[in-house]
């Protein structure tokens, strides 16, 4: 019989595949370290892309897109 840590384990590991299966395309693409922000076209600095290389805009676009609401995908 499974005690409670067993299933909260397996509970983690279930929600985990899952969260990991529905990941959006552009985490899992080949261009994961894009250089150029696609909101202004300036090159993204490599300690951004470094940090976040999830990341598709500069800090400057990404404050602004934050400060308008439109930095959910």
Partial sequence: MADSADI???IQERR???ALS???TWWTGVDMARAD???CGD???AARREAAPW??????CQSI???RGRHVR
């Fill in 8 to 10: 909260a384990a397996e």
């Fill in 55 to 60: 990341a598709t805009t500069c800090i400057e």
């Fill in 37 to 39: 922000c696609e909101e």
């Fill in 43 to 45: 090159e993204i600095p």
């Fill in 16 to 18: 985990m595949a899952a």
């Fill in 22 to 24: 529905s990941r959006p």
């Fill in 65 to 67: 897109r934050e400060k």
